[in-house]
């Protein structure tokens, strides 16, 4: 009989088997469960601010354990800046990904970036809200996190825009945080959703610059 149920169970691997779920590895659930908590702190902080937002507020949102939290974090500023790390990371590859494939020169890539930027800010409001308004306050390093990615899309952008000894060497600093600025009160106004509106306005705020210095 045992012998015979093997033989069966062997069989049921063809035509009608019931199929076998793939084994998911640990690192894959670790990563998943870690991805939770940092879209929870992003959307807590979002709607109450950094502040308010508990550690319990933080499992509850994310669904797990506070052991787990624990477990892949120090506390809420580590849960905090690890967002806001993935976060940027994900936006500057984008604008980078769309920069590259743009056409019609720098302006096109200038537009291109620009349109990039702003759809994450509309797409993923709750981490734009996170990272442009939050980090501002939440804790020194946070600021410190913010500043430095500033200073990342200050070097995207220089790299792109045509050098002209005409201009103020300050400018690209100047047009970041213009875009950064009009954006940020985007958001404030809760308003994010409508981001990509203000892609005529801004890339005419970028372009105009280096575009008068050129027929000058």
């Known amino acids: 009989m045992a012998a015979r149920a093997q033989r069966g169970r062997g069989a049921g691997a063809g035509i009608g088997a019931v199929p076998v779920r793939p084994a998911i590895s640990p690192e894959f659930v670790a990563a998943h469960k870690q991805r939770r908590i940092m879209d929870a702190i992003a959307g807590l902080t979002a709607e109450r601010g950094y502040d308010a937002t508990k550690i319990g507020d933080i499992v509850r949102r ?24 993935a976060a940027v990371e994900e936006v500057v590859d984008q604008v980078e990904a769309a920069c590259v494939s743009a056409e019609d020169g720098w302006e096109g890539q200038v537009r291109a970036g620009l349109a990039a930027f702003l759809a994450y800010v509309s797409e993923h409001p709750a981490r734009a809200r996170m990272c442009m308004i939050e980090a501002l306050s939440a804790t020194p390093t946070a600021t410190a996190r913010y500043e430095d990615a500033m200073e990342r899309f200050v070097e995207m952008t220089a790299r792109v825009v045509p ?20 954006v940020y009160q985007q958001i404030r106004r809760k308003e994010s959703e409508r981001a990509p509106d203000l892609l005529p306005e801004l890339s005419e705020f970028v372009l105009a610059p280096y575009l008068a210095a050129a027929r000058s």
């Open 62 to 85: 994310a669904g797990v354990a506070r052991k787990t939290l624990y477990d892949n974090f120090e506390g809420k500023e580590q849960v905090f800046l690890a967002a806001f790390d």
């Open 163 to 182: 050098r002209d000894e005409r201009l103020p060497e300050t400018l690209v600093e100047t047009l970041v945080g213009g875009v950064a600025w009009i």
